[in-house]
């Protein structure tokens, strides 16, 4: 049973910066697709990033891209994410999430993550 925990959160100025890690145990990591949700007040859980296997693709929602970038890290079982430019639109419960396959256009959909970690707040004051 794969078991996801998230840290980093915590409160950020406009414009700067933060990073968000999630180390992963009980799985292999390299057979998880990595993603990154988020949920803010009054709003519906949104997809954020996703990397692939290894070195594979990435993916961004539209909102962050060119600001937020995903990656993971084999040796350490653990996936990042690197937050820059941030604005109190950022401001939101982070979850990490696992799946073991998804499709392009799938893998911004939470539904094809099985695995969830319980998340971590941001809060970016202007």
């Known amino acids: 049973q794969v078991h996801l925990v998230e840290s980093g959160g915590g409160l950020g100025q406009a414009g700067g910066s933060l990073r968000l890690s999630c180390a992963v145990s009980?799985?292999?990591?390299?057979?998880?697709?990595m993603g990154w949700f988020r949920r803010s007040p009054g709003k519906e859980r949104e997809f954020v990033a996703a990397?692939?296997?290894?070195?594979?693709?990435?993916y961004y929602a539209d909102s962050v891209k060119g600001r937020f970038t995903i990656s993971r890290d084999s040796a350490k079982n653990t996936v990042y994410l690197q937050m820059n430019s941030l604005n109190p639109e950022d401001t939101a419960v982070y979850y990490c999430?696992?799946?073991?396959?998804?499709?392009?256009?799938?893998?911004?959909?939470?539904?094809?993550?099985?695995?969830w970690g319980q998340g971590t707040q941001v809060t970016v004051s202007s």
């Open positions: 999430a696992a799946a073991t396959y998804c499709s392009p256009y799938r893998c911004s959909q939470a539904s094809s993550y099985n695995t």
């Open positions: 009980g799985g292999t990591f390299s057979n998880y697709i």
């Open positions: 990397v692939t296997w290894g070195s594979g693709p990435t």
